[in-house]
């Protein structure tokens, strides 16, 4: 069973549609996080929750939108979006703020 | 705020012999680092990490050294495969506060035979 699961893998769209990727952790953590990972694999953190309430928003144009209905799942919206919003998006989660963090394998996302 | 920096960028060895990647990192506050190994097409995945009461970690073939006055960590694998072939990353946290992990800039290792 796979512990942290994105959905979906790729995501082809154009500029500014509205799209959301969806995350689930099976593993009962508290924690939930959203890296984004550019084009030359840099990775940097966007949000993270704790047990449904955010805790980090690493200066994200509000056009970004992370929404928590339970601890399990964390889902991101995206609203009209970029050319350079085109990167890989990784989920990840915690036990707590204090373990270690464990992704998932990325929404691939592309604007034309 | 945090800033980690990761040497070399890309590394080539022959198989069997030893590989070393170094980190540095800025906040003397960060307590926690650690490793990420990518693959193609997959998400990284935590190989080892070490936090700042201990200096040396070690699991098989993988070990970390950390050096807190000097503000950098090292990640040795030895004995390398092909399969060790990907990109690692290097990362520091304060811990707490929503655990915000910031990354290096990845190293791609290349194992030849």
């Known amino acids: ?112 | 705020g945090e800033n980690v920096e990761q040497h070399p960028s890309t590394l080539s060895v022959q198989e069997g012999d030893s590989a070393v990647i170094k980190c540095t990192y800025s906040d003397s506050a960060s307590n926690y680092f650690p490793w990420y190994k990518q693959e193609l097409g997959k998400g990284p995945q935590l190989i080892i990490d070490i936090r700042s009461n201990v200096g040396e970690k070690k699991d098989q073939r993988i070990a970390v050294t950390l050096n807190k006055t000097a503000k950098h960590f090292s990640l040795h694998i030895t004995e390398t495969q092909p399969e060790d072939s990907a990109v690692y990353f290097c990362a520091a946290s304060m811990g707490g506060g929503g655990n915000k992990l910031t990354f290096g800039t990845g190293t791609q290792l290349k194992v030849e035979l």
Not at chain 1, 104 to 109: A, K, P, Q
């Open chain 1, 1 to 112: 069973d796979t512990a942290v699961s994105q959905t979906p893998k790729y995501l082809v769209t154009q500029m500014g549609n509205d799209k959301s990727i969806k995350c689930e952790q099976n593993l009962g953590h508290d924690t939930m996080y959203w890296y984004k990972q550019d084009s030359k694999k840099f990775l940097k953190i966007m949000f993270s929750y704790n047990n449904k309430e955010l805790i980090i928003n690493e200066t994200v144009p509000n056009r970004f939108s992370p929404k928590s209905p339970d601890k399990a799942h964390l889902n991101l919206h995206i609203n009209s979006l970029e050319l350079g919003d085109s990167a890989v998006y990784f989920c990840a989660s915690s036990q707590d703020s204090n373990q270690p963090q464990h992704f998932g394998d990325g929404t691939r996302l592309s604007i034309l």
